[in-house]
């Protein structure tokens, strides 16, 4: 019988640093950045250890990818593609000495220095008439139940006693076209998605435009928000009084809030299925003022992106974490665990970019985000491409794997997301829920009558 021996040579770093890698990922997070990070925020390591600082940062990286193993798991997965190197294996204690002695400062720093739009050439699918889409919102992270993180962060209360796990509340500032992570701040669940919102303003810039759900129309935000120079799409609710100054050619008018001038939208939105129709009418507030170059039946329109961030929020909480509680049982272990999965995320969407700019017009909405997941787990039980050769292939085995998986092209949806099959036997949310997926059609009127 004809045998074929198939052999393999993997470049990594030298000694105990090799352990310290991201798979593919490494070439977006190179060796030298970690060190820089290390060195800024002095937690290089005095002498060479069994787990010097670098492999600590890449071993907490990893740990985001995959959630559902412990840290010694974790570890096995980094050498699986090392064997036939010296290499000894940690004990769990080690782990966390070594995980207590890296402190959160320096995920921090890294996060500060890879968040940010992601750089694209489909202009197109990211900007709308020269401006950057952006969106801001909370959502709330389940934590160890632990003695530690309950002297920080609290359970909510009622639910027949309260909850099991303490929580916190997470907002973020992303790019609707590529949902790219601008900023992120998190708090005790007893800080409001204002306050948080507040303190994101400081990554809001001229050129922006800012899209916010009801909650983000208060006058005082609002203030803060436009003092950056960004513009601002918020939905606000019908029923607040506001005054007209001036009706605008395409039904929209002119108002003030506080000191800021502003323009009203009121629109009314139909989506008709075979199942049958549904309107709604929405009104949004917005800094653009020119109705002519911004027409307020395209403003309506482009309010749907705002839903972009509960995708990102889906793919963090459901995708990576499989909707587990977060493993850090202290509050600097929860501060370098989101730090950590933050980074995560905005790696896998730069690859995932990366890829879809390859091929000229592809929208970037196009690369599934679970495969590119899957992808970057099998390249790193490889150990392949660790260390980068002097040609740079942006898509590489991970940008394949999504080019060879392409989602359809958006469809519209008629309902928030929702599982067809129930997770609990107790139907939680009732029997009669109608599960099936329609095609739709939608229409906006502008409204106009006097408000």
Not at 107 to 119: E, N, Q, S, T, V
Not at 371 to 385: K, S, W, Y
Not at 395 to 415: Q, S
């Amino acid at each position: 019988m004809d045998q074929i021996a198939i052999t393999r040579t993997v470049t990594v770093a030298a000694g105990p640093f090799a352990p310290g890698h991201l798979g593919e990922l490494t070439r977006l997070l190179p060796f030298e950045m970690v060190d820089d990070v290390l060195a800024g925020t002095r937690r290089t390591q005095q002498r060479i250890r069994l787990l010097p600082a670098r492999v600590v940062v890449y071993l907490l990286l990893a740990g985001c990818l995959f959630a559902d193993l412990g840290y010694r798991q974790v570890w096995a997965k980094l050498v699986a593609g090392l064997r036939g190197l010296p290499l000894r294996t940690p004990t769990g204690s080690a782990l966390r000495q070594a995980r207590q002695r890296l402190g959160p400062a320096p995920l921090r720093a890294l996060f500060d220095l890879l968040r940010g739009p992601a750089a694209t050439s489909a202009v197109a699918q990211v900007w709308w008439r020269g401006l950057l889409p952006v969106v801001i919102d909370g959502t709330t992270l389940t934590i160890a139940d632990s003695p530690a993180n309950l002297r920080r962060y609290v359970k909510h209360r009622g639910n027949n006693g309260g909850a099991g796990y303490p929580t916190l509340r997470l907002s973020a500032l992303l790019a609707c076209g590529t949902r790219s992570v601008l900023d992120a701040v998190f708090d005790p669940i007893t800080t409001g998605e204002l306050a948080q919102a507040q303190r994101l303003a400081r990554s809001l810039r001229a050129g922006m435009l800012l899209l916010a759900d009801r909650n983000y129309a208060a006058a005082d935000l609002i203030t803060t928000l436009t003092a950056t120079g960004t513009d601002l799409l918020i939905r606000c609710k019908t029923g607040r009084k506001l005054p007209l100054i001036r009706r605008c050619h395409d039904g929209s008018w002119l108002s003030v809030i506080g000191s800021q001038r502003i323009r009203v939208v009121e629109a009314r939105i139909s989506i008709t299925t075979t199942g049958g129709s549904h309107t709604g009418d929405y009104r949004l507030i917005t800094t653009l003022l020119d109705a002519h170059r911004y027409p307020a039946a395209e403003l309506a329109r482009l309010y749907h992106q705002r839903w972009e961030i509960e995708t990102a929020y889906l793919e963090l909480k459901s995708t990576i974490l499989g909707g587990r509680v977060l493993r850090a049982r202290t509050p600097d272990g929860i501060d370098q665990e989101i730090h950590a999965l933050l980074i995560v995320y905005q790696l896998l969407r730069t690859a995932m970019v990366d890829a879809t700019d390859s091929q000229p017009g592809l929208d970037p909405d196009r690369a599934s985000f679970t495969t590119a997941l899957h992808a970057t787990r099998d390249q790193i039980v490889h150990a392949a491409g660790v260390i980068a050769d002097t040609v740079t292939d942006l898509v590489g085995a991970i940008g394949e794997r999504i080019l060879a998986n392409l989602l359809p092209d958006r469809r519209i949806r008629t309902k928030t997301r929702m599982i067809k099959r129930s997770n609990s036997k107790y139907q939680a949310r009732g029997p009669n829920i109608d599960r099936r997926t329609y095609k739709a059609t939608t229409s906006i009127d502008v409204l106009t009558d006097e408000p």
